[in-house]
Structures are given as C-alpha cells and as structure tokens.
C-alpha cells in the first residue's frame, strides 16, 4: 500500500489532529509545527508568536481509501478560513488557516477547493487560508500527540 501525505492548520492541533485521525482511510496524523523559521521549535517557542510557525496536522492516508479531495473537505468543513490568524478563543499566527501542499497536484486541488468555497457564497466574509508548499515538519512534543484521545475526548471544549 501507498500512502501519501497532507499537512493541515486550521486553529489547535489537538481537535484538528482528532477529526482527521479517525477518518477511514487515515492510517496516522501526527501534531507540529510547520512554516516558520526556527528550526527545532518547541511549543513555547511558536506561542510566543515570533517564529512564524503554524500548529499543524501531519495526515498519512491510503489514497486508495480516502481522495485528497476528502480530506479538504473535512478540513473546511471543521473550522473557519475567514478568521486570520484566529481560531475561536485561540489568536495569533499559530493559529492561521493553512494548507501546506505535498505535491503539483495538491496544489491544484487545494487552489480549486478554495475557489469552490468562496464561490458557494457559504461565507460573507473572505476566504484567507493560505496554501503553500509544504516547508520542514517539526513533530510537536510528545505530550501534545494524540491529546483529546489520551484523554477520552473528541473535542476541546470552549
């Protein structure tokens, strides 16, 4: 089997990572940081919002079972691309809509799934995910991995 890979931000890692690693088709997801300029960071360091880090999802799917276009889907459907730098309660650029493409044609379809949004009209507001090519992965700490299912949750609670 071939697995490919997709990286996602789009507010806290911890129900991100939740909604994509019970997807059939998913085969692990993994929580970091990705798109900023330190290498290495901890989470104290992207929280201080001067890295330019974002918490991300690290998605591994068989995509035999489950398209790309799937797991866009799911990731607009699970927060909101209009909020810059914003997600709920959560602020700063950490917390920014983004989607970080693997390949040519994530790329594209990425790009098209973001038109089709705003087109929809589903939003009065802008769409402001930024798609970019995928920049170095650095896992998140160890406790950070898994967080709501360690904890017996399927979300975090506002």
């Given at each position: ?14 129900g991100v990572e939740e909604t994509f690693r019970t997807l059939p ?61 914003r997600q709920g309660p959560d602020v700063g650029t950490q917390y ?63």
């Amino acid at each position: 089997m071939t697995t490919e890979k997709a990286t996602f931000g789009a507010g806290c890692f911890w129900g991100v990572e939740e909604t994509f690693r019970t997807l059939p088709g998913v085969k692990s997801t993994a929580v970091g940081y990705a798109g900023g300029t330190k290498e290495h960071p901890s989470y104290e360091d992207v929280c201080s919002d001067e890295t330019g880090h974002a918490e991300v999802v690290d998605v591994e799917f068989d995509p035999q079972a489950i398209g790309y276009d799937k797991l866009l889907d799911v990731f607009w459907a699970n927060h909101n691309p209009t909020t810059p730098n914003r997600q709920g309660p959560d602020v700063g650029t950490q917390y920014r809509s983004v989607i970080f493409y693997h390949s040519p044609e994530q790329k594209a379809q990425a790009e098209a799934s973001k038109a089709a949004l705003e087109k929809s009209g589903k939003h009065s507001r802008p769409v402001v995910t930024q798609i970019e090519p995928a920049p170095p992965f650095w896992p998140a700490e160890e406790y950070h991995q898994k967080y709501l299912q360690k904890r017996g949750q399927t979300h975090c609670a506002i």
